[in-house]
Every structure is written in structure tokens, then in C-alpha cells.
């Protein structure tokens, strides 16, 4: 059964940095493109960011530009989301996700385009 498991998230201050994992089992994600999400209190699931099978495409939601950095390591079968200069705003559980690749990575930065969802992990910026 395939399987995505989050970590990495916790507690800190603004300003800080954080390393997300997601750990991909149960099946091969061989073609996948990966993507990560969040949902903050009170709001709907927003994208966050997108990385390519090759990892040659990436894509961001504005917000994050500059500040998040996606990346994947196929041999492990796992998907990273590297979190700098953090913000009380960054607050939410962040949600790793996978769905088909072949087609543009624009069509990822909808939730409708994955196919595999993790549990998710809470990230708490305090200020």
C-alpha cells in the first residue's frame, strides 16, 4: 500500500529554518511528480511547492519564492522542503503529496493532480 510520511516540522521562531521530509513506501513513484501543501487554522489547503520526476522543474507559490527550496532524492524515495527565513505567517501543517508526472508542472500546483496524500506535519512559527 503506498504510503507518505511526513516529518521534520516543529516549533520555532521567526526567522528560523526547518528541514520537511517526506518518505515515500509501497509502491514505486517512479514518473511521480512531488509536491508539498499546507493549511493554516481557519483556511483552505494552499500549494506550496512542486519538483519534477528529474527534479529539472520546480515551482512556487509566490509567497515562498525565495525563502523554500524543494528538492527529491529518488534513490531514497524521498522529497525534502528546505524552510528559511520563517514566518508567523508560514504556520500550518504542511502535507507532502504525489501524483502522475507527463504533464506540465503548472497542472501540480492543484490538489486535484495528485494522487497520494501524507498525513502531514505542523510547523509553528511563533513571532
Known amino acids: 500500500q503506498a504510503q507518505l510520511v511526513e516529518s521534520g516540522g516543529g516549533l520555532v521562531q521567526a526567522g528560523d529554518s526547518l528541514r520537511l521530509s517526506c518518505a515515500a513506501s509501497?509502491?514505486?513513484?517512479?514518473?511521480?511528480?512531488m509536491g508539498w501543501f499546507r493549511q493554516a487554522p481557519g483556511k483552505e489547503r494552499e500549494f506550496v511547492a512542486a519538483?519534477?520526476?528529474?527534479?529539472?522543474?520546480?515551482y512556487y507559490t509566490d509567497s515562498v519564492k525565495g525563502r523554500f527550496t524543494i528538492s527529491r532524492d529518488n534513490a531514497k524515495n524521498t522529497e525534502y522542503l528546505q524552510l528559511t527565513s520563517l514566518t508567523p505567517e508560514d504556520t500550518a501543517v504542511y502535507y507532502c503529496?504525489?501524483?502522475?508526472?507527463?504533464?506540465?508542472?503548472?497542472?501540480?500546483?492543484?490538489?486535484?493532480?495528485?494522487?497520494?496524500w501524507g498525513q502531514g506535519t505542523q510547523v509553528t512559527v511563533s513571532s
Open positions: 509501497g509502491r514505486t513513484f517512479s514518473g511521480y511528480t
Open positions: 503529496a504525489a501524483g502522475k508526472g507527463g504533464r506540465s508542472i503548472v497542472v501540480f500546483t492543484t490538489s486535484r493532480a495528485y494522487d497520494y
Open positions: 519538483i519534477s520526476w528529474s527534479g529539472g522543474s520546480t
